[in-house]
């Protein structure tokens, strides 16, 4: 069964940095895209960037480069979504998934992300 | 790049169907097969329903269908049943390995 589990829920504070895990079972971790998803509260989805964590290739949205950090680490089957330094505008919902074409065949449960002095 | 646009709320009765519209460009919805729709449930994980524009994913009933014509994708759901009411969600592929997502529509089932 392919799964996909996300770390647990983060409190930060404005300035601290953060990652956040997501690890892959069932399927070859290497061979597949993930991409990273922001749901803000009460918000819609907002596509991130994918690795291929095969090569680290890496791809961002223009709205988030430079803001995030996308990596994994081929030998955990764990890709990484980080941040350097947190603002209240980060506080989101952030989900993983599965690329198998174009589709996000299979999701995260999600990681709660929450800035706030 | 702007958000793919999406009504903000659409309603049915049981037994009824509705279609949900997904407005784009030619960059994005347009140039390619490849939109996908998604259901999420609150407080749940988005599920693929449509993907490559009229492809059901595994286990997801035939009273979903997904459609193109132009820059304009198209969900439709018919045989309304209460369990549909969710949020829906378009995606493309909008070239250089990125994808754009809808506003998100609120689907009621009254």
């Known amino acids: 069964e392919v799964q996909l589990v996300q770390s647990g829920a983060e409190v930060k504070k404005p300035g601290e940095s953060l990652k956040i895990s997501c690890k892959g079972s069932g399927f070859s971790f290497t061979n597949y895209w993930i991409v990273w998803v922001r749901q803000m509260p009460g918000k819609g989805l907002e596509w991130m960037g994918i690795?291929?964590?095969?090569?680290?290739?890496?791809r961002y949205s223009p709205s988030f480069q430079g803001q995030v950090t996308i990596s994994a680490d081929k030998s955990i089957s764990t890709a990484y979504l980080q941040w350097s330094s947190l603002k209240a505008s980060d506080t989101a919902m952030y989900y993983c998934a599965r690329k198998l074409s174009e589709e996000m065949a299979n999701w995260g449960q999600g990681t709660m992300v929450t800035v706030s002095s | 790049q702007s958000a793919l646009t999406q009504p903000r709320s659409v309603s049915g009765s049981p037994g009824q169907s509705v279609t949900i519209s997904c407005t784009g460009t030619s960059s994005d919805v347009g140039g390619y097969n490849y939109v996908s729709w998604y259901q999420q449930h609150p407080g749940k994980a988005p599920k693929l329903m449509i993907y490559?524009?009229?492809k059901r994913s595994s286990g997801v009933p035939d009273r979903f269908s997904g459609s193109k014509s132009g820059n304009t994708a198209s969900l439709t759901i018919s045989g309304l049943q209460p369990e549909d009411e969710a949020d829906y969600y378009c995606c493309s592929y909008a070239r250089t390995y990125t994808s754009l997502f809808g506003g998100g529509t609120k689907l009621t089932v009254l």
């Open positions: 690795i291929y964590p095969g090569d680290s290739d890496t």
């Open positions: 490559d524009v009229t």
